[in-house]
């Protein structure tokens, strides 16, 4: 799993990556309480705004740690939004991205280095 600054999550398999929120993220926006997922074949440049999540506290957009089509939408969180909050780094994935450029994922950041940067907020 690798890591953004702006509490993004991904995790490779072979060429696709599942994406979300960190727990970080969950924890500080709140009680979600919509999700706006993206639709199916968007095509998404690293850092494009793709989904919108919503809490009892704020609306939040997500972006793009990498480039890519979006080949699946978890469309389970229209109706179960809060599965983002229970299990942010799982269940509550937001979008399924066929990678563009694998290389990207280089500037991402590990678990430990994304831990060490939270430390610093």
Do not use: C
Not at 114 to 121: D, F, M, S
């Amino acid at each position: 799993m690798k890591f953004t600054k702006d509490h993004e999550w991904v995790s490779i398999t072979g060429n696709e990556a599942f994406v979300g929120i960190t727990l970080y993220a969950a924890e500080a926006l709140g009680d979600v309480v919509f999700v706006e997922v993206p639709e199916v074949g968007k095509v998404l440049k690293k850092g494009d705004s793709f989904a919108v999540v919503e809490s009892v506290k704020a609306a939040s957009d997500v972006y793009a740690p990498v480039s890519g089509e979006v080949i699946e939408a978890n469309d389970s969180l229209t109706g179960a939004p809060e599965t983002i909050n229970a299990v942010p780094e799982a269940g509550g994935w937001i979008a399924k991205i066929k990678l563009a450029d694998a290389s990207e994922l280089d500037g991402l950041m590990d678990r430990e280095q994304y831990e060490a940067y939270l430390a610093t907020l």
